[in-house]
């Protein structure tokens, strides 16, 4: 009886986590750009934007290869870390061969088409309503990005793509 007594009166000894406090509201501006010479996709991501009501990202992608590849919604997003590692981001992504957890997008402007072609690009602004935290290490990811057969069957080719820049809030 005495230990449903302590239990109940919160010293059991466990504590929960803290949250770290929101991220500090803003704008920050990026200027990313970064090349894949594998699949010869270039990936841009201009600023990042924390609201009261979540984050807004204004990224753009192009296929500079000779293959359409298939987007689709939610194929981009932000990556939150604990550190600027590569090795971490390595270690999520399984060596870059699937995508690590995301926030992905409530908001795509405009919409991803549904094949990116030869030559294309999309341009964004995506937004998502979770709040980032202070000391989160963001990132974007890219992907997964297939590439589209003459039949408008996938016939592999994934492209996957972790920015190597980051910034902690």
């Known amino acids: 009886m005495a230990c449903v007594a302590i239990a109940l009166a919160g010293c059991s000894g466990t504590e929960r986590p803290t ?11 990026l200027g990313w750009v970064e ?70 997008p409530e908001r795509e402007t405009p919409e991803p088409p549904a094949v990116l072609g030869p030559g294309a690009s999309w341009g964004a602004r995506i937004a998502g309503s979770e709040v980032l935290r202070a000391g989160s290490v963001v990132r974007v990811a890219f992907g997964p990005y297939s590439r589209v057969g003459a039949r408008d069957i996938t016939v592999g080719g994934d492209v996957i793509w972790v920015t190597r820049h980051a910034v902690r809030l």
């Open 19 to 29: 949250l770290a406090p929101p991220a500090a509201l803003g704008t920050i501006e």
């Open 35 to 104: 090349r894949d010479t594998a699949s010869r996709f270039t990936f841009r991501v201009e600023r990042l934007t924390l609201v009261e009501d979540g984050w807004q990202a204004v990224i753009e992608v192009t296929n500079g290869s000779d293959s359409p590849y298939r987007l689709g919604g939610g194929s981009v997003g932000l990556a939150l870390f604990d550190t600027a590692s590569r090795g971490e981001v390595l270690r999520l992504s399984d060596d870059l061969t699937r995508a690590p957890p995301m926030l992905r």
